[in-house]
């Protein structure tokens, strides 16, 4: 079975999205996830003009080879855009290759490990008691751990919360540039403990809690952050610092026994190594689309499985629902998941897209049994929205100092 045709599909219903789909001679064909959000149109060329032509002819059952010849036999190796470009070209692999034996990817991977997948949800507020409401309504509904963001007093916007903005997209206006945000630390410290102390108080100790600090920490700032909030027993504090100097870490863990992930923004196995095998993280959170497909969470998640480190895979709305599949599969086999992000199934529009049966119930999703990821694009329906430039804002200080987003 051979690879007879790869295309390149980008839209933007509600946000862009770039997907793959490899078609093979025996007229099956499988979908990947290529989006870099903000760097869209990057990916796009990378695989047209440099990955897609050495794939025609090429064996579709042959997935590691593939996955080999695009990484170790390119001198460039590693960093997003090669990464999303191989990460799509293994799912959509993955994706045939299950197509073709009639099953669901998870029976290729080695079958289930769990009933289903446990989840956790957004709640992002104007202030803390509105954080709390939205965590009471997400605990109505079944949900068992939330992740709680806060809009912090003195500053215009704040991450995960936007104001009367319905989306990045409305933030930029009809000029899309990166919109600007100020951030301030001291301010920070004076609203986050509070959030945490009125969670327990009115969602009580059985909630799982997460919080994301999106890297605006230093080290000893997040060390700081990690003793203020180890009383409130959270599941995670995720990104507190930057860890492109990864022995921060040691800093912060010295001093804390709060649980830490980090990873959204990995690429491989070589960018998680030091944490994981120095037991410096609790919970790795690279992305199939971001860290090189399937193929490379499986190797990730059974390294990290070793120094007791769990997966709780990045599901942010940029990320499209096939790679949020493929990270369902991997979740429901592997022996160390620890918990999956999740933000709901999109808009209409995305929804029109693209297309499954994953079930949701009581704080977990369910996949369906349908053969490879279960994900159907509709490509007639995507070319009603087209690719729209957009970027991810940026961050500065009080001082108008350049800062991490
Ligand atoms: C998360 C993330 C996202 C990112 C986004 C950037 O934990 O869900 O931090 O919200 O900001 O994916 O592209
Ligand atoms: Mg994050």
């Not at 830490?260 to 190594?273: F, H, M, Q, R, V």
Request: net charge negative; hydrophobic share 40%.
């Amino acid at each position: 079975m051979k690879i007879k045709n790869v295309e390149v599909f980008v839209c933007c219903p509600g946000r862009n999205f770039v997907t793959v789909k490899v078609v093979t001679d025996d007229g099956v064909h499988g979908l990947g996830d290529a989006t870099v959000n903000g760097r869209e149109m990057a990916v796009v060329a990378y695989l047209k003009e440099h990955v897609v032509p050495c794939l025609i002819g090429r064996d579709a059952h042959a997935i590691e080879d593939v996955w080999q010849y695009l990484y170790r036999g390119t001198y460039w190796r590693r960093g997003p855009i090669t990464m999303a470009a191989i990460a799509a070209i293994d799912m959509a692999l993955w994706d045939i290759k299950g197509k073709v034996a009639g099953l669901p990817l998870y029976q290729l991977l080695g079958g289930k490990s769990r009933r289903g997948v446990t989840l956790y949800a957004h709640a992002n507020g104007e202030n803390v008691d509105d954080t709390i409401d939205k965590a009471e309504a997400l605990v109505s509904q079944g949900f068992k751990a939330i992740r709680l963001q806060s809009a912090i007093p003195g500053l215009p916007v704040t991450y995960g919360v936007l104001g009367d903005k319905k989306d990045y997209y409305d933030m930029q206006g009809n000029r899309p540039l990166p919109p600007e945000e100020t951030w301030s630390t001291q301010k920070y410290f004076n609203m986050i403990e509070g959030l945490f102390k009125e969670a327990r108080e009115r969602l009580g100790r059985d909630i799982h809690l997460v919080h994301d600090v999106h890297s605006r920490l230093t080290p000893i700032e997040s060390a700081r952050l990690g003793k203020l909030l180890e009383k409130y027993e959270l599941l995670f504090l995720e990104d507190a610092s930057m860890a492109e100097n990864q022995q921060s870490y040691d800093v912060i863990r010295q001093h804390t026994s709060i649980p830490l992930a980090i990873g959204e923004t990995y690429n491989s196995l070589w960018d998680c190594k030091y944490l994981i095998e120095n037991q410096l993280i609790d919970y790795i959170r690279v992305a199939a689309t971001h860290g090189g497909g399937v193929t490379a969470m499986k190797r990730i998640a059974d390294f990290a499985a070793i120094y007791n480190v769990k997966t709780a895979p990045h599901g942010a709305p940029d990320l499209s629902p096939i790679c949020f599949a493929a990270h369902m599969h991997l979740d429901i086999c592997t022996p160390n998941f620890g918990i999956q992000e999740f933000v709901g199934f999109g808009n209409e529009q995305i929804r029109r897209v693209f297309q499954h049966d994953t079930r949701l119930e009581d704080g977990m999703a369910y996949l369906s049994d349908a053969p490879g990821l279960g994900v159907e694009y509709d490509e007639s329906a995507a070319s009603d929205y087209p690719y729209k430039r957009s970027y991810l804002p940026v961050s500065r200080l009080e001082d108008g100092t350049l800062w991490n987003w």
